[in-house]
């Protein structure tokens, strides 16, 4: 077990270091240039002097190799570098964003683990009955909304019912306060965009559980805990559920990984600064540094979460425990 | 009377057996099944798996309910349990156990029942445990549940149960996974959970089909052994009648959802009163008949139960069907504990005099006098296993020295249980795989070290058929085209030729032109399994290797796939190498004979011979394993039965690998390796204690 965690760590080097070499150079590669973005955005020309200044300051008149030398540099000290842009330290800009955009992801997969597998196996234990046909129409629904668009009801729905029930129209807060030092503030913020996601993330959760779930209730393991006399019970959540998690924990894996920095549209609608608004930005800029650092922040956190996931399928499958 | 005398004829009992078999007789019926029907709703129409089927078991007996797949057996079995699918619909009948209609109880009483009074032991070992939990919860939970046990009373319980059904070292066997268990160590732990609530009715379907041939025996003694002495009545399902000979007390036929015949083993097997089985029992090959006679086959296959046959099932494919046979024959009773269905059955032993000319004898096939046309010498496969971080790599001997030869017009026989290497050796031969280190001579030329163009040539004479019909033809081609495939690859024939060629290869099989238009899934397994032999035909190839090529059939489509193979063998001169875990089919079709062990040959003689006077340790053990479809000679047979199992071939013993389980093992043989020898003309053995 132990040597299997550490091989799953050191696996995750090869990975970032492969995603390092893969953003340095597409970055590179396309056409646009920061310093004359940011000298010359309103229009207007830029002495070619003060471009050559403004790209020594970034150090972009370096060869590729010394770049890239720097880049990993930093990436391995923890040292980051300021924003080509904005020129504060990085690891400040990204440092409220990524709290926020990790209690969002946290929420949501907390939302859809707890509507997915009890939704999930009641839909595969009572299928094609009222109820299963109910779990469908619900998860086929929430697969087909864009969150953003179920974002925007939310919102309407908030303002029209506060505004009938107290009078007064009330609106979610906008600035961002960490979970411990007013919940209820942070709560009653980032609870709307959770669901919001949350909802899409427990449909495919929801199929999933379901799924697997009717395919191991065929399986003959289960046909022997029925022969054993077990109550129903036992044999979906002991012998039948278990086996069914494997997928369905891989996928939460992968949203979970998603939600980290693919939240763009649905943060523009709850007014959230989160990590998706802060990497369109920087790309449109050229930041390369900031693109650099948030995409290896990225692929950091799915080679972790794939790392979780991995852990998660030792522990429920003795067979991978024992065999690698 | 008749289990009477079946009783003294059969392997000594202890006195506590006995007295508990002869309180049986005055006892009621454990289980009384009448009149029972069940149907299941399909796409395609309502199926009706069983109908007005009836049985009754004793306590402390072994009744067996025989059948070719579709039967119903299976079906009939899970109704006790009442684990049926949802589809499935009980129409009529009743099931008594114990005095209660399990019918008519609800879902919580025939909770309770089940595991508990009534256990069930499945095909699968493979797939019938939880792999993710422990095999002592497994065992436990019935404890729990139905004797509200405490941890440590049903900890001590496994433990005993474990050592009841012959695993070693229980006490850290209960932590283990299932999948740190081989395949009859799951079984035997299935058996203990089975028995964990001393059950009064242990039901088995199919229990040993997946297992190996030694460890079927194993098995099976230690489930006859525990109905014993125990006094549990056991209901063992299968389609292998050397099983139903040698431990069943009572046998019923099942045929197409009926019962065609029950009665005593001996009654049955002895005398048969139906058709079909007297069909099924000249179908099956023996161990101790060679391949003088073609097997006496039953035309045809089952009835698709969508749309029976009206009348007597078995009427489009019996030999004596008269007008009579129209209106469906009932169960009667033939003689006193006998019952057959069939208008004929007194005519039966009559009709088959008349018939017997018919049965015509092999031909001997034509050995021609020049040189073999395949010669395996020292040939040998060893896979590496990529080693992990800290482990260093290893090597699999799965094929180790082997040296062979077939003459032209030639079958040879390759047997061993699953893992001893026979399949890899196949694949060596055809080049599937390439040979480690020796030499394959081909019609007098190397193999091993041939290009692609060479093989290519070679490919031509060399085919195989492979063992599942249902996964080697490719679904999306039509019958046709898979045949006329390799026509096209190797230039056989011009394109508007194969065509009729197809047509001929499918008559030559014994399939109709038609079915050249059809999909596989659209034809039996027997059938595709011919369009299989019509695809290595189409090349007019000199050589086929058969893998397994009868084992997924039934018994009685089985009997016709092998005349066909025996057919073609005289009528185009081929040589097969036909590898087989079923003693019986190799004696039956083989001219020689080689037994593998973990990568080796250990004996290597005419077929004749080696059946006739087997001489490694476990040549005879295996031929002590299968049983013998005739409960006369098995009762007299002596029971040998091997213990332990095919070591790890990435662990083998030292010395002789044979020596662990070894019953004539002496210090030398786990000190040297026995080659092989000489020890008459043409018998080769590889152990240096006979």
Request: include cysteine; proline fraction near 6%.
């Amino acid at each position: 077990m132990f040597r299997y965690v550490v091989k799953r760590l050191l696996l995750m080097i090869p990975t970032l270091f492969g995603a390092a070499v893969l953003i340095f150079l597409l970055m590179r590669a396309i056409p646009g240039d920061i310093c004359y973005l940011r000298l010359a955005a309103g229009g207007g020309t830029v002495a070619p002097d003060v471009l050559r200044i403004c790209r020594a300051e970034l150090g972009l008149d370096q060869p590729l190799i010394a770049q890239f030398l720097t880049f990993i540099k930093g990436l391995v000290t923890f040292d980051f570098g300021k924003s080509m842009w904005t020129n504060r330290p990085i690891i400040e800009e990204i440092g409220l964003r990524f709290q926020l955009s990790l209690q969002v992801a946290i929420m949501a997969t907390l939302t859809a683990i707890l509507i997915a597998i009890p939704l999930g196996t009641i839909s595969a234990v009572r299928q094609n009955t009222w109820i299963d046909y109910f779990v469908r129409t619900f998860t086929i629904a929430g697969i087909a909304m864009p969150s953003f668009w179920l974002g925007i009801l939310i919102i309407l729905g908030i303002l029209i019912t506060s505004k009938a029930w107290f009078g007064v129209a009330w609106m979610p807060p906008i600035r961002y306060v960490p979970l411990w030092e007013d919940p209820w503030y942070n709560l009653s913020m980032l609870i709307w965009p959770a669901l919001a996601t949350g909802y899409r993330y427990s449909a495919v959760a929801t199929r999933m559980t379901r799924s697997a779930l009717l395919e191991v209730l065929r399986e003959d393991y289960v046909r022997t805990a029925r022969a054993k006399g077990l109550y129903e019970k036992l044999v979906i959540n002991r012998h039948a559920l278990r086996n069914a998690l494997l997928p369905v924990v891989t996928v939460l894996g992968i949203e979970f990984a998603f939600l980290m920095g693919g939240l763009v549209v649905t943060e523009q609608v709850f007014n959230l600064n989160g990590l998706g608004k802060l990497f369109v930005e920087s790309v449109l800029n050229h930041d390369y540094q900031m693109t650099q650092i948030l995409v290896m922040l990225v692929v950091a956190i799915f080679a972790f979460t794939n790392f979780v996931v991995d852990i998660l399928y030792a522990w429920l499958d003795p067979r991978i425990r024992y065999t690698r | 009377m008749q289990t009477a005398a079946a009783q003294g004829a059969s392997a000594p009992l202890s006195d506590e057996a006995i007295s508990a078999r002869s309180a049986t007789k005055s006892g009621r019926p454990i289980l009384e099944i009448e009149n029972l029907s069940v149907q299941f709703r399909s796409s395609h129409g309502l199926v009706r798996a069983v109908e007005n089927v009836g049985y009754t078991v004793y306590p402390g007996e072994m009744v067996a309910i025989v059948g070719e797949s579709g039967s119903g057996k299976s079906v009939s079995a899970l109704t006790v349990m009442r684990l049926l699918a949802q589809t499935a619909e009980v129409t009529s009948g009743t099931v008594m156990f114990d005095g209660r209609d399990l019918l008519k109880l609800d879902n919580e009483e025939m909770r309770r029942i089940r595991g508990h009074h009534v256990s069930m032991i499945f095909q699968e070992p493979m797939t019938s445990l939880n792999p993710v939990l422990r095999i002592g919860l497994q065992i436990m939970e019935p404890l729990f549940i139905h004797l509200g046990m405490t941890e440590e009373a049903a900890k001590a319980r496994a433990i005993e149960l474990l050592t009841l059904v012959g695993i070693t070292d229980p006490e850290s066997r209960l932590e283990q996974y299932p999948h740190q268990l081989s395949g009859g160590m799951r079984q035997r732990v299935m058996i203990a959970i089975g028995l964990a609530c001393d059950p009064k009715l242990l039901i088995a379907d199919e229990p040993t089909t997946a297992l190996d041939v030694t460890i079927q025996a194993q098995i099976l003694e230690l489930m006859k052994d525990l109905s014993r002495r125990l006094g549990i009545a056991v209901v063992i399902i299968t389609h292998n009648l050397g099983i139903v000979a040698r431990y069943a007390d009572r046998v019923n036929v099942m045929y197409a959802a009926r019962i065609v015949e029950s009665g005593t083993a001996e009654d049955v097997f002895g005398n048969p009163r139906h058709p079909y089985a007297r069909g099924l029992l000249s179908a099956v090959p023996r161990l101790d008949r060679g391949r003088a006679m073609r097997l006496q086959t039953i035309e045809g296959a089952p009835p698709n139960l969508l749309k029976p046959p009206e009348g007597c099932r078995f009427r489009p494919r019996c030999r004596f069907a008269i007008d009579k046979c129209v209106v469906s024959p009932p169960l009667v009773e033939v003689e006193q504990g006998h019952r057959a269905a069939c208008h004929r059955s007194m005519e039966l032993d009559k009709l088959e005099k008349l018939g017997a000319d018919s049965h015509d004898a092999i031909g001997a096939a034509e050995i021609t006098t020049s040189g073999p046309i395949l010669q395996l010498q020292g040939v040998s496969k060893f896979f590496p296993i990529a080693g992990g971080f800290f482990k260093p790599a290893k090597l699999v001997r799965a094929v180790n020295k082997v040296t062979l030869d077939i003459a032209p017009g030639e079958t040879l026989g390759l047997v061993g249980e699953s893992g001893c290497g026979k399949s890899t050796l196949g694949r060596v031969v055809l080049r599937l795989d390439d040979p480690t280190d020796g030499k394959i001579l081909f019609e007098g030329s190397d193999l091993a070290n041939a290009g692609s163009d060479e093989m290519l040539a070679v490919r031509k004479k060399m085919q195989v058929i492979f063992q599942d019909p249902f996964s080697s033809l490719n679904p999306r081609m039509t019958v046709g085209d898979i045949i006329g495939e390799p026509m096209q690859v190797h230039k056989i024939l011009p394109k508007d030729k194969i065509h009729d060629r197809v047509a001929e290869l499918l008559s030559l099989v014994g399939l109709h032109g038609y079915m050249a238009d059809r999909y596989p899934h659209q034809l039996s397994g027997g059938q595709r399994q011919r369009v299989g032999i019509a695809r290595a035909l189409s090349v007019n190839p000199k050589f086929i290797v058969c893998d397994e090529a009868v084992s997924a059939l039934d018994v009685s489509i089985q009997g016709q796939v092998i005349n066909l193979l025996e057919g073609l063998q005289q009528k185009l001169g081929l040589s097969y190498l036909f590898i087989a875990h079923d003693l019986a089919v190799v004696r039956h079709i083989s001219h020689k004979v080689a037994v593998m062990y973990l990568g080796k040959i250990v004996e290597y003689a005419p077929a004749d011979e080696l059946f006739a006077n087997p001489k490694h340790p476990y040549t005879q053990a295996l031929l002590a394993a299968a049983p013998i479809p005739d409960p006369a000679i098995e009762r007299t047979r002596p029971r040998r039965i091997i213990t332990g199992e095919l070591p790890s071939p990435l662990r083998p013993p030292p010395g002789c690998v044979f020596n662990p389980r070894c019953p004539i093992a002496v210090e030398n043989c786990r000190k040297e390796i026995p080659e092989l020898r000489n020890l008459a003309p043409m018998h080769w053995v590889a152990c240096s204690e006979v």
